[in-house]
């Protein structure tokens, strides 16, 4: 499980976008989350939604 500090709205954003990358490898959040087989899907993803993304 991951915890995300942010401001209000933000995490909302954030599960949308984390919602949109687990739909374009065919998975729910869930799946994507809790699939160890995934982390590094799961890496990416939280990434690109943070913008930490190169």
Do not use: K
């Not at 954030?14 to 374009?24: E, I, K, R, T, V």
């Not at 799946?31 to 899907?41: G, H, I």
Request: charged share 10%; with cysteine.
């Amino acid at each position: 499980m991951y915890l995300l500090f942010a401001e209000p709205g933000l995490l909302d954003n954030q599960g949308a976008c984390l919602a949109a990358h687990a739909a374009d490898y065919g998975l729910t959040t869930q799946q994507l989350s809790s699939d160890v087989s995934r982390q590094s899907e799961l890496v990416a993803a939280l990434s690109s939604c943070s913008g930490m993304a190169p």
